[in-house]
């Protein structure tokens, strides 16, 4: 089984490249993000309640995501080789909810995978897709909190995996088929 995280800044990455890493590794993919998004968009409860939060640049409440995670795992049944979440954990708090989510499970984290952009990119990035994404949170002023928030609640999490020995920064800048070309080369040293 392959378990791998993907985290970094809003923009770095991370959907991008978990595309491209469940082809190859035939994994499946989980965006805490686009699975929010799909709520907010059948305009379910749950949906208006995490729109209040996505398009201030807030996290959505750990309790919430903790327990749409959990849904999801356990409804969860296919044959792929792993699973990549995109997006979770995204605090301290959702790392070690997931840990005892796993341990029930009986499975682990291969890896964790953190795209190292500057903030000038990552500004950049989500600018340009901003003008066509429809995403309330792609405009300049939410972009900023997300970052803030990315700095105080994500960031720590990174120091959760180092000490477990699973945590991988890998560089993020260039183009999308040199980072996919990174990773890649990550994981199929873990596999060997
Ligand atoms: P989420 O959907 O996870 O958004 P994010 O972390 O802000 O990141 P993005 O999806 O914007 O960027 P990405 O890293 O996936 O980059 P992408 O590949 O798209 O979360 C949104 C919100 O939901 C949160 O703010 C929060 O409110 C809530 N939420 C989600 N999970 C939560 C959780 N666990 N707990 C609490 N709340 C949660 O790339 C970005 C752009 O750049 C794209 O246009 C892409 O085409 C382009 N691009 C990609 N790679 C390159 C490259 N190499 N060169 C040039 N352009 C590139
Ligand atoms: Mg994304």
Same mark, same amino acid.
């Given at each position: 089984?392959?378990? &791998?995280i993907m985290c970094g800044?809003?923009?770095? $990455?991370?959907?991008?490249?978990?595309?491209?890493?469940?082809?190859?590794?035939?994994?499946?993919?989980?965006?805490? $993000?686009?699975?929010?998004?799909?709520?907010?968009?059948?305009?379910?409860?749950? $949906?208006?309640?995490?729109?209040?939060?996505?398009?201030?640049?807030?996290l959505?409440?750990d309790?919430?995501?903790?327990?749409?995670?959990?849904?999801?795992?356990?409804?969860?049944?296919?044959?792929?080789?792993? &699973?990549?979440l995109?997006g979770f954990p995204r605090t301290v708090a959702q790392a070690e909810a997931l840990e005892?989510?796993?341990?029930?499970?009986?499975?682990?984290i291969?890896?964790l995978?953190d795209?190292?952009?500057?903030?000038?990119?990552?500004?950049?990035?989500?600018?340009?897709?901003?003008?066509?994404?429809?995403?309330?949170?792609?405009?300049?002023?939410?972009?900023?909190?997300?970052?803030?928030?990315y700095h105080k609640l994500t960031e720590p999490v990174n120091d959760f995996y180092k000490n477990k020995?699973q945590y991988?920064?890998?560089?993020?800048?260039?183009?999308?088929?040199?980072?996919? $070309?990174?990773?890649?080369?990550?994981?199929?040293?873990?596999?060997?």
């Amino acid at each position: 089984m392959l378990n &791998i995280i993907m985290c970094g800044a809003p923009g770095c $990455g991370k959907g991008t490249q978990s595309d491209l890493i469940v082809e190859k590794y035939s994994l499946t993919h989980l965006s805490t $993000g686009d699975l929010l998004r799909k709520e907010i968009a059948m305009k379910t409860d749950l $949906g208006i309640i995490a729109d209040s939060y996505i398009s201030k640049g807030e996290l959505v409440p750990d309790e919430m995501i903790i327990d749409i995670l959990l849904k999801y795992v356990e409804n969860q049944h296919d044959d792929s080789n792993g &699973i990549i979440l995109d997006g979770f954990p995204r605090t301290v708090a959702q790392a070690e909810a997931l840990e005892v989510m796993l341990k029930k499970l009986d499975k682990e984290i291969s890896l964790l995978v953190d795209l190292k952009v500057t903030e000038n990119e990552l500004i950049d990035r989500l600018i340009i897709r901003g003008k066509t994404s429809g995403r309330s949170d792609d405009n300049i002023e939410t972009i900023k909190k997300r970052l803030d928030v990315y700095h105080k609640l994500t960031e720590p999490v990174n120091d959760f995996y180092k000490n477990k020995n699973q945590y991988t920064p890998i560089d993020g800048m260039g183009t999308i088929e040199e980072i996919f $070309g990174r990773i890649s080369g990550v994981i199929d040293s873990k596999k060997a």
